[in-house]
């Protein structure tokens, strides 16, 4: 985005541009989970249930959300990575999506 593209309206003044803009938003990130079960019947009042349960499943990853809270900030540099300025991605705080990660459940009913 570019910054120079408007201005800050002066202290104690409201702007004129509008209160929202629908087309100022992230790309959809769906998650997706997945979970099986089977039940085993080993007696009559007796059963076993296995369950696993899996969060994101296909293991996507997404960035994060970009900063937009400071249109006047310049864009800084620290190791050659961004690390400041409108817009600014931060992908060294662990701050995307989660690993594939998953879950085995068992219970035993009697």
Request: proline share 6%; glycine share 8%; net charge positive.
């Amino acid at each position: 985005m570019n910054p120079a593209a408007w201005t800050d309206p002066p202290a104690g003044q409201f702007g004129t541009s509008a209160a929202y803009y629908s087309d100022y938003r992230q790309t959809r990130r769906p998650t997706e989970n997945m979970s099986v079960a089977r039940v085993f019947r080993i007696k009559e009042r007796a059963s076993l249930e296995l369950r696993a349960e899996f969060t994101n499943i296909f293991n996507r990853y997404t960035l994060p959300a970009p900063s937009s809270t400071n249109a006047a900030a310049t864009t800084s540099r620290t190791n050659g990575l961004l690390s400041a300025g409108f817009g600014f991605i931060n992908t060294t705080n662990g701050a995307g999506s989660a690993p594939r990660a998953g879950t085995l459940v068992a219970r035993f009913r009697f």
